[in-house]
């Protein structure tokens, strides 16, 4: 597990020289985020001038993207923007940069590694390198991937794609003016470079070019506004799905349990064969949405009785007829109906 990494911008912090075995001279990195446990990472890199990395591969599975300068990759030579998805094992061809340059790295499976090899690594999956330059060659999708779905104004590029946990790797943006006014959190967890731009959170304030986050799970955040527009790239660790809401109070643990309560609201019997012989909830878990208080607790005011269509339950205390009341309503006018407090 990576822990909570947010805010942070990579521009307040200085590089690093990249000292592990295997990796040519000249490259410094910023760490990002990093789990403790499989020394998988996400790094900003700075290549020098110059540098030259000879050709092999990593024993785990990479993703890359050029955040500015340029990177000569065999005889290819890629711009700002172009992005590469690297499975564990497969061999790059010799890597450059003649001008320096700036890339984020991302190392899924674990700590960063060069084996030096012109061939793949006989296990590696290789048909699942691809690349592509980003900026020039995917056109901007509406940001509806899922559903509920963000705000209009915050649009996506989808990269990459995990069939079997639904992760996602996608370039987004926010269009000048945006703004998104409900909380959100999610079951998975969920990571974001500014490539360019600055955008904004209620809880966390604004994320400038190199803002930074590694957002574990039920985590809120939002609302969102971006003045000018951003350019990030954006990951998740498996399926996306936006549960929104308006309650800034609600924590983690709240929002994982209401989260429980929508599987149990909306696939019953998945909750019942997965769930809910190992978990002890008398009546399933618990949507704050449907429990929380929704007016404080107001001195001689009845929060308890509240209209269910059935009763007339008056929650003031004061005589409500009186005709000189500040509170009374057009349509108090005298009636006969039981009254609890009378
Ligand atoms: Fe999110």
Known sequence: MRPHIEPFCDRDVTFKNMRLPGFASGMGYKMLSFDPETGGCSMSVRLNAGYHQPPGFSWGERELIIISGELQIGDRTCRKGHYFFVPAGYALPEVRSENGC????????????????????????????????TYMDIPWAMGNVVSPAVASGCLIKLLNYNPISHAMTFLYCMTP??????????????????????????????????????????????AFAS??????????????FNHFHYNPWSNPVENADRSFARVYQRDPLLYKWAFSEVHNHPHGPEDFEQ???????????????????????????????DPDSPFRHPLDEPHDHHHHDD
């Open 102 to 133: 700036l890339v984020l790295e991302m190392h899924n499976t674990g700590e960063p590694s060069h084996e030096e090899s012109t061939e793949h690594h006989p296990q590696a999956e290789v048909g699942l390198y691809h690349d592509v330059d």
């Open 177 to 222: 003016g945006f703004y998104q006014d409900n909380i959100s959190y999610h079951d998975c967890a969920e990571e974001s470079y500014h490539l360019w731009g600055t955008s904004w959170m209620m809880q966390f304030g604004d994320i400038p070019t190199g803002g930074y986050f590694w957002r574990p799970a039920y985590i809120n955040h939002g």
């Open 227 to 240: 003045e000018y527009g951003c350019v990030a790239l954006g990951r998740t660790d498996s399926k996306l």
């Open 291 to 321: 429990t929380m208080q929704r007016r404080g607790d107001e001195e001689g005011h009845d929060n308890e009785h509240k209209s269910d269509g059935h009763r007339h339950d008056h929650w003031h205390g004061h005589h409500h007829n």
